[in-house]
């Protein structure tokens, strides 16, 4: 069988290559880290850094295919990777969802409604941005943020210039504060012939900027929910995607708003695992070896718990119940760390 290449060794690593070991397949992971979550279940993992031009080629030469499980892989290593391997999914992608502006603009372009945004590189450029979009706004880094870090909320212009302080010389985008319902994502896939499979929206809770839950069905209309298949297939067709993405958006009276996208199977797609026949990581898998997808239907209704640092301590009462228990595997309890998540079935779909 093919070996697929995967950049990163986390839990999505891990999830992805247990999938694939299920269709038969390798996976050999690249990672910089010691020990990563996917250790224990790949084929192969080589410890180097994105800088090491020899470890990157041997990764390639040994693998068919690579993808990847976060987004903000060095530039250098890709433009190395994709002239020796197939990159999926490709580096139009990446390069969209690795900086926000470039993000918020392809989406506009395509569209799609986002949050009203700017471009902000100075005190000037932020004294401007505010006049236009107002406040409340929140000053995001372009690059690197995740998990609601590298952010500012700016709840009065007088605030701007702390705001911009938070964001150590980073460049910034401003965004106006969107009034949401709720937030939900919606996980959708494409392989290389052009077929789009996606799953049930999820309905998804952020506690201190990181998500804590996602539950299916989401509370949406059925014109809601065909807005976000057709809305994510735009976004899919349009980057010629390859692979499992997930879309954030924000419901609103006046419709659908895209947050952001991101080029990779997605923690608010968790309850896929026991929600649906194909979950996220096999149709993941499916698309970048150029399987058939699974149609992406759901048989249940899911609520999807993640556990972050301490949460660990409810796995023995969950243990106890019929809940599904997925842990990472990690050693040390952090703070903020997603060590595991647990998938309560709530009802037949
Ligand atoms: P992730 O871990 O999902 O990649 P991130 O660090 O990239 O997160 P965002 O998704 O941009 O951050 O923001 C985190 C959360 O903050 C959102 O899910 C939403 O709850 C809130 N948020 C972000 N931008 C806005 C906005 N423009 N208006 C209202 N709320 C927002
Ligand atoms: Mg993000
Ligand atoms: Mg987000």
Redesign the pocket.
Known sequence: GATIGILGGGQLGRMLSIAASRLGLKTHIFEPGANPPAMDVAHTVTTAGYDDQDALTAFANAVDVITYEFENIPTSALDLLETLKPLHPGRQALATSQD?LVEKTFLRDLGLQT?PFANVENADDLAEAIKTIGTP??L?TRTM???????ARIMTPDQADSALADMAGAAAIL??????KI?ISIIAARNPDGAVACYDPGE?V?VD???STTTVPATLTPSQRTDAVLLAARILNALDYVGVMGV?L?VTPQGLIV??I?PRVH?SGHWTQNGCVIDQFEQHIRAVAGWPLGDGSRHSNVVMENLIGDDMDRVPEAAKTNAAIHLYGKADVKAGRKMGHINRITGNA
Not at 145 to 151: A, E, I, S, T
Not at 175 to 180: A, L, R
């Open positions: 926000r949050a706004a929140i995001k943020g995740y998990d609601g870090k590298g952010q965004e106006g504060f969107v009034d949401f937030e998804n952020h900027g990181i998500l954030e924000f947050n952001e991101a923690n």
